[in-house]
């Protein structure tokens, strides 16, 4: 699966490396999940410091969100990041498990 971001970069969901990553000239960003049965596990988010504000790691969770819903797979947000993103957007909170 591959999502543009702004500035034309793309998400790619890694299945092999389990993480959503958008790789830029300053780095990668990467949201990192590990699979239990039905449910995802999201452990880390980053995004190198030169790309912060961009709204990159947003995108990223979004990605991994949207791919757990098309899988119908509960998320429980490990990372504080996720946990954040989560409770600012209402409409993810369906996919808490």
Do not use: K, N
């Amino acid at each position: 699966m591959t999502e543009a971001l702004p500035g034309a970069v793309a998400i790619d969901h890694r299945v092999e490396a389990s993480r959503f990553e958008a790789a830029y000239p300053e780095g990668v960003a990467v949201c990192v999940y590990r699979r239990e049965g039905d449910v995802v596990l999201i452990t880390h988010t980053e995004v190198p410091s030169a790309l912060e504000g961009r709204g990159i790691a947003a995108a990223l969770v979004q990605a991994a969100l949207d791919w757990a819903r098309a899988q119908g797979l509960r998320v429980r947000p490990l990372c504080s990041y996720v946990v954040a993103y989560m409770r600012r957007h209402p409409q993810t909170q369906d996919l808490l498990g």
